[in-house]
Nanobody, 123 residues
Framework: QVQLVESGGGLVQAGDSLRLSCAGS????????MGWFRQAPGKERDFVAG????????SYADSVKGRFTISRDNVKNTGSLQMTDLRGDDTAEYFC????????????????WGQGTQVTVSS
């Protein structure tokens, strides 16, 4: 079992940066791929970024490539999403997720979800 708790959301201006954090607990956190999904009002949850259990490979949605950076620290059992040059269409609830591998996460096959943190970008 893996528990995930996000933090770091908030209200920012367009062009600003924001860093989301995810604290993982459970013995197997560092054997799972982890990532981030987001859900805007009235829309489905979409894959944003993912990273393998080892941290050696990452994947991003096209809409955030070059602006967002995912990382993890397997000693501290944490993950993060550094977001830069934020835009209005980045406004959403962001969820930290964990899965059995990055391939699964990219396709929405998520094993564990956090409770979500709201990011609002005003323009």
């Amino acid at each position: 079992q893996v528990q995930l708790v996000e933090s770091g959301g908030g209200l920012v201006q367009a062009g600003d940066s924001l860093r989301l954090s995810c604290a993982g607990s459970g013995r197997t956190f560092n054997t799972h791929a982890m990532g981030w999904f987001r859900q805007a009002p009235g829309k489905e949850r979409d894959f944003v970024a993912g990273i393998t259990a080892s941290g050696n490979d990452v994947s991003y949605a096209d809409s955030v490539k070059g602006r967002f950076t995912i990382s993890r620290d397997n000693v501290k059992n944490t993950g993060s999403l550094q977001m830069t040059d934020l835009r209005g269409d980045d406004t959403a609830e962001y969820f930290c997720v964990a899965g059995y591998n990055l391939f699964d996460l990219e396709r929405g096959r998520v094993a564990y979800w956090g409770q979500g943190t709201q990011v609002t970008v005003s323009s």
